[in-house]
């Protein structure tokens, strides 16, 4: 499929947006540009989507998203989104905030797992982009009231009657932690190193689908406009750009530099100058990296109360807990299997849960005839799933605190709906022997499956230091040696399984993956995702998907888009594209002595900046 980045194919959709070309004519110049048929389709029904003027909620005034998903999509009026200030106010109805009785002191936050990077346009775990969240900052952000798009270094932004064009007005205040005023040049710097054809940012595809242009009208005004009307362009485009400091980067080449940067490894603290609320302290690797308040940050309301904030890696799970449990630390995740016992036996824990927009999976190599020839088949990865008892795995391996995946779409997802899912993977162990039969893999007398004097048997990465996998991985190796299949589970620091996803080094990998609340899953399963430029580290391609995605990114009505979504869910389901083994909570543990955090579903520490803790006696 003929890629929606280039040149050619946005100038053939911008003509048929605004009907420039008729649609025949369209057709014609897009089949001689070597586009598929599906492309083809897609832009078509695109268009049609585009035609949709009138769109429920659409009307001056309204708030940025109504519903998770929703960009405001023009009607002929200037539609302005809510202001920062209104934001706020309704993070402050949502949660019961305390003054505080003390400034000061420091908050340490234990993870298993190291960050990837410092650097904003880079990252692509959760850990990263929770530090680098608290030094650098975007346009917008995610609500966390309910997951919508928000003002951030924006203080409000404009989309124009024609409905595609966004105007962010950036708050006149804001600077880099140097000193340096932050403008609209500095955004355009960013959008640049995100879609140079050489970056290595996983945002680039994303973005690229959605996005025609981009410029800075003054220096505190930045203007983008989207192909069409799409309904989740603020998401895929503004949504994914962290923002930095031209001065300091504009320098190094737009390629793999960026990843060993001095700036992005943490090595040189005077190349990590963000606008964030705190400042880069120091970093060691797979040990601790450290933030402090940031005094001058230019949103005086939301400077940070304590003096530090520290992010602890310790590899063993067991150990982070115990540090949590004996006031060494003072947020950690905890254990599905210890979740119980903590919250009845630690009386100066806050324990809560929650549900969550992620899940956890295993991916395989499907175009690797060679290395994973196995994976290849459909009715295979379909037997994969069927062998395991995933019920059993969601109540025993997370005690309660997840559900077996049916479908792709994890709970907080506006499109999750379980009871729409065509083929239900509940756990059966005679079809997943009747399909490898079928398939050809016969049970040799090892009791491992072979096919063609290939043996089915493969190695299996997984993240080490995660407690949960200390069950899990063996009862997976186990379901699967019941029906023939040989899985080895090799233990690797995550990023050591990131760098094997990026490069393709790998049969199959078991780790988690958290959306954002739009309900798009393109940035997975398209095929132009494959990583570094996204998420796909399966190499899965499907036509019809591929057609779909752009379809539900330019879908106005929420419903629609929404049945949109299911079908996309369908088809990955039923190919078994990735084998998603259950949507699950977060638990999440913190001392009593810190007050005003508030982790949930839309955010695990974006309430460290309003944090106080009690006086050390």
Not at 419 to 445: E, F, H, K, S
């Amino acid at each position: 499929m003929t890629s929606l980045r280039s040149e050619t194919t946005r100038e053939l959709l911008r003509n048929l947006y605004h009907a420039r070309i008729s649609r025949r004519e369209f057709g014609r110049q897009a089949a001689a540009a070597g586009l598929s048929a599906a492309t083809i389709a897609a832009a078509l029904n695109i268009a049609s989507a585009g035609a949709q003027d009138a769109t429920p909620g659409a009307t001056p005034g309204a708030t940025p998203a109504g519903t998770p998903g929703a960009t405001p999509i023009g009607s002929g009026e200037v539609v302005r989104s809510i202001t920062r200030d209104e934001y706020w106010a309704t993070v402050q109805a949502g949660f019961p905030f305390e003054e505080p009785a003390n400034t000061g002191g420091q908050i340490i936050y234990g993870e298993t797992t190291d960050i990837g990077t410092l650097n904003p346009i880079l990252v692509d775990d959760v850990y990263s982009g929770r530090i680098s969240g608290f030094i650098y900052e975007y346009l917008v952000g995610s609500s966390v009231v309910d997951g919508t798009m928000v003002p951030a270094l924006a203080d409000y932004w404009e989309l124009g009657a024609d409905g595609v064009t966004y105007t962010f007005y950036i708050n006149q205040n804001a600077s880099w932690t140097d000193g340096t005023p932050l403008t609209a040049n500095d955004v355009v710097f960013s959008f640049d190193a995100t879609m140079a054809e050489t970056s290595i940012s996983p945002r680039r595809s994303s973005v690229a689908l959605v996005m025609d242009s981009y410029r800075a009208i003054d220096e505190k005004t930045f203007e983008i406009t989207s192909l069409g009307p799409i309904a989740v362009f603020l998401e895929n485009s503004v949504g994914l750009v962290g923002i930095v400091p031209q001065h300091l980067w504009q320098d190094v080449p737009f390629d793999e530099s960026w990843g060993t940067d001095p700036g992005s490894t943490g090595a040189d603290p005077a190349r990590v100058i963000g606008s964030g609320p705190f400042l880069f302290q120091e970093r060691v690797e797979n040990s601790y990296v450290t933030l402090v308040r940031n005094d001058n940050y230019w949103d005086p309301t939301a400077i940070p109360v304590i003096d530090m904030f520290t992010f602890q890696v310790t590899p063993e799970a067991s150990a982070n807990v115990q540090a949590l449990q004996t006031g060494q630390i003072d947020i950690a995740g905890i254990p599905f299997a210890q979740a119980v016992q903590i919250r009845d036996s630690s009386p100066d824990l806050n324990v809560v849960d929650y549900p969550t927009a992620s899940f956890n999976y295993y991916t395989c190599r499907v175009d690797d005839t060679e290395r994973s020839p196995f994976f290849t088949e459909i009715p295979v990865r379909q037997a994969l799933l069927y062998a395991l008892d995933r019920d059993l795995i969601a109540e025993s391996v997370y005690q309660g605190f997840a559900e077996r995946a049916d479908g792709t779409q994890p709970t907080l997802s506006p499109a999750y709906a379980p009871d729409r899912i065509n083929t239900i993977y509940a756990y059966d162990p005679d079809m997943a022997n009747q399909l490898l039969d079928g398939a050809g893999w016969v049970l040799g007398d090892d009791g491992v499956r072979a096919k063609d004097g290939v043996r089915f048997s493969f190695e299996c990465l997984f993240s080490e230091g995660v407690a949960t996998y200390e069950q899990q991985i063996p009862a997976m190796q186990q379901y699967w040696a019941d029906v023939g299949i040989e899985m080895l589970p090799v233990a690797v620091p995550f990023q050591t399984l990131s760098e094997a996803a990026d490069s393709g080094d790998l049969q199959m990998c078991v780790w988690g993956f958290s959306w954002g609340f739009d309900g798009g899953q393109g940035d997975m399963f398209r095929t132009d995702a494959v990583r570094p430029n996204g998420f796909n580290t399966m190499r899965y391609s499907n036509a019809r998907y591929d057609e779909l995605d752009l379809m539900q990114q330019r879908e106005l009505d929420p419903e629609a888009r929404v049945e949109i979504l299911i079908e996309q869910s369908n088809i990955v389901n039923d190919e078994q594209a990735a084998g998603i083994i259950v949507f699950r909570s977060e638990i999440v543990g913190s001392q009593r002595r810190v007050h005003n955090y508030f982790p949930n579903g839309y955010g695990y520490v974006w309430s460290i900046p309003y944090a106080w803790v009690d006086a050390t006696e």
